[in-house]
């Protein structure tokens, strides 16, 4: 049974930072990609970041680019987002997930997700 728990979501004023994590149990961590999604309120799922299972490359959406850091601690079967410069219209829930195809997102396993909402 793969468990994803995500931490770390709250209330920040915008300009501000957060930092979420996920920790991992039930599968071999270390061998698998890892990634961020969110959904906004009455919004679809989207993509925010992914990290291959080394965490030598990364790869981020558009709209988060050069703000948010995805990293990872395959010791410790941890994935954390580092948000800085967070905007209003980074509300959202946002949800760890854990397989290979988490870039076409699809990715084998979900959190239940953390929020994060962003005051102006």
């Known amino acids: 049974q793969v468990q994803l728990v995500e931490s770390g979501g709250g209330l920040v004023q915008a300009g501000g930072s957060l930092r979420l994590s996920c920790a991992a149990s039930?599968?071999?961590?270390?061998?698998?990609?890892m990634g961020w999604f969110r959904q906004a309120p009455g919004k679809e799922r989207e993509f925010v970041a992914a990290i291959s299972w080394s965490g030598s490359s990364t790869y981020y959406a558009n709209s988060v680019k050069g703000r948010f850091t995805i990293s990872r601690d395959n010791a410790k079967n941890t994935l954390s987002l580092q948000m800085n410069s967070l905007k209003p219209e980074d509300t959202a829930v946002y949800y760890c997930?854990?397989?290979?195809?988490?870039?076409?997102?699809?990715?084998?396993?979900w959190g239940q997700g953390t929020q994060v909402t962003v005051s102006s």
């Open positions: 997930a854990s397989g290979d195809a988490v870039l076409t997102g699809r990715p084998d396993y």
């Open positions: 039930g599968r071999t961590f270390s061998t698998y990609a």
